[in-house]
């Protein structure tokens, strides 16, 4: 059954961290766990497991529980619609080969494409589905079997 394209709209990513938390990625002393409203004195801990938070931003601040619930259902279906997407490729993909197939969640098409060690699929609506995969030299993807577990 399709779903219309409108309901995957992603949420606010609720997730464990601060809200101001972000992460800056690259080389040099600027980069990791940084604050996104400047606390730049605060030591952001590696170790999250520490019993108040607060101890360590006091400008810290929290999602509520309903974004929370709200971003782990939108992470749910997500998963769920990949999972029906890697099911309806055709089973193996031989290698060097691309093409699309209808998508199985929505009125949008389903691109795949396999190489060497590697496979990408990714639907046409926006925020549907999409993944790439790591795959093991000489292995079949996707199993004939019908395994859909990522290498």
Known sequence: MSIKPSSFERPLRATNHCRHYSYKTGMG???GPQCAVGHASVALPIN???????????ARAEYTDEER?????AREASTARLIAA???????IPLNTSNSVPCPSCTGRLSYARWHRGAEIGCSTPNCCGARFNIAPGVDWPTPEGNVDAA
């Open 29 to 31: 002393s600027d980069h």
């Open 48 to 58: 999250t497991c520490c019993s108040d938070p607060k101890e360590h931003c006091p």
């Open 69 to 73: 619930a709200a971003w782990a259902a």
């Open 86 to 92: 890697i099911a309806a490729l055709p089973r193996p």
